[in-house]
């Protein structure tokens, strides 16, 4: 079984040694998100000789709140990839999210944290309904979450109605898209992302001296820390430059929805890397079996995480809701499929038991990029597609072969 922690199991060796057994696993095809960013770069590098726009001040700004449901739905759905299961439903389970908070709003009166309340809860109830039939039936994840992406769309309609639009007007929620800190907020954020990477990495280490286990070289976890602290002071740089053409309303700094797409990225990455439920769930998705000889709990294992997909399902909701400042009963049809080209182009296996949520938002950025550039170059959405399924097969196929070299090195 592939968990976080196998390659901190045993003697971990000099940093060389690290270097070396990252190389021989990419050569093996394990090359995790490496594909992913390098294909990051290149888009980037190639939209920007051809656009003009695209390193502008405000199209960085839009690509980042552009991005932010996909990468938030990916997320969510990296739970379901990593059991090797499947949920089609999470798009319209995000729609039916953001209708039942616009149509509470609108025509009940609630305030909005209650409506989003009730938006999530409903998003929770789906997703532990799903892990019912699924976990305890034994229905394939496939044929439940296929029926339940159909079923969807007609509560959608029966909420909304038919032609229906209803318009967000909360001022809470149209500013997590479209509201922005102040610029030393933006700063603030830098310092508590290194202090927080360094704090986790260096209490991570200290439980692993004390349980008797080898720790890497000290010098990969600074090293993390620097780079994703240069990363993130020159994305903070860039979103607080000024972008508005009007003096008169200045507009400036990091969207709202960053941070808070990262809190979520944080709090499901340490429940991956550092909770029991984590390892659990990748053992599952590695060898079921296997998991349940183990003494783990597997139905449960599922429930929990279909639960938690909807979850994040919801989540995105509203973020789209605030995106859009409206919605309607077609709202979440296709991004779960666009959510789950970004898992998997990042490197998360559709086979199960292999990926990390970092690597959902890599690939969503990979996704967001290419929806946006050729956005600026003015081709129609037909090419989007095309590109988009291009580059989920290729990483699809690379899968496939990693997996199967791997399997071969085994035997």
Not at 33 to 54: D, E, N, R, Y
Not at 222 to 251: C, D, F, K, M, W
Not at 312 to 338: K, M, P, Q, Y
Request: charged share 10%.
């Amino acid at each position: 079984m592939t968990t976080p922690n196998t390659i901190g199991s045993g003697q971990e060796g000099s940093l060389k040694e690290q270097a070396s057994q990252f190389f021989l696993r990419a050569k093996g095809g394990d090359m995790g998100s490496l594909p992913a960013i390098l294909g990051f770069i290149i888009l980037a590098i190639l939209f920007s000789s051809l656009s003009p726009v695209f390193l502008t001040a405000i199209n960085f700004a839009n690509f980042f709140t552009q991005a932010a449901t996909l990468i938030t739905l990916a997320m969510g759905l990296v739970f379901v990839l990593l059991l090797g299961e499947i949920d089609l439903s999470a798009g319209v389970t995000s729609g039916v999210t953001s209708a039942i908070i616009a149509v509470e709003m609108a025509v009940h009166g609630a305030s909005w944290w209650v409506a989003t309340l009730m938006g999530i809860g409903i998003g929770i109830l789906i997703g532990f309904l799903i892990g019912i039939l699924v976990a305890r039936v034994g229905i394939p994840s496939f044929v439940v979450t296929l029926a339940a992406f159909l079923a969807f769309q007609g509560l959608q309609l029966v909420i909304i109605g038919q032609g229906g639009l209803y318009r967000i007007e909360s001022k809470e929620i149209l500013n997590i898209e479209n509201g922005n800190l102040s610029r030393p907020a933006g700063w603030i954020l830098v310092v508590i992302a290194v202090v927080g990477i360094l704090f986790t990495g260096l209490s991570a280490r200290r439980q692993r001296s004390q349980s008797g286990q080898a720790n890497r070289p000290i010098v990969i976890l600074y090293a993390r820390a620097t780079v994703i602290g240069l990363l993130s002071a020159v994305t903070v740089y860039a979103l607080n430059l000024e972008r508005s053409q009007n003096a008169a309303h200045p507009l400036n700094g990091v969207p709202i929805v960053v941070p808070l797409v990262a809190v979520l990225l944080f709090v499901g990455t340490f429940i991956l890397d550092r909770t029991r439920f984590g390892r659990h769930i990748y053992a599952v998705g590695g060898n079921a079996e296997a998991a349940r000889r183990a003494g783990i709990n597997v139905s449960r294992v599922r429930i929990l995480v279909f639960t938690l997909c909807s979850t994040i399902a919801a989540l995105s909701g509203v973020i789209s809701a605030s995106r859009t400042g409206s919605v309607d009963a077609s709202a979440g049809r296709t991004i779960v499929l666009n959510g789950v080209a970004a898992a998997v182009v990042g490197g998360v296996s559709l086979f199960g038991g292999k990926g990390r949520l970092s690597q959902a938002a890599i690939g969503g950025f990979v996704i967001a990029v290419i929806d946006n550039g050729l956005g600026l170059l003015g081709l129609n959405s037909g090419v989007n597609l095309a590109v988009t399924g291009g580059v989920l097969l290729l990483a699809s196929t690379a899968d496939a072969l990693s997996r199967k070299r791997g399997s071969t090195v085994v035997r």
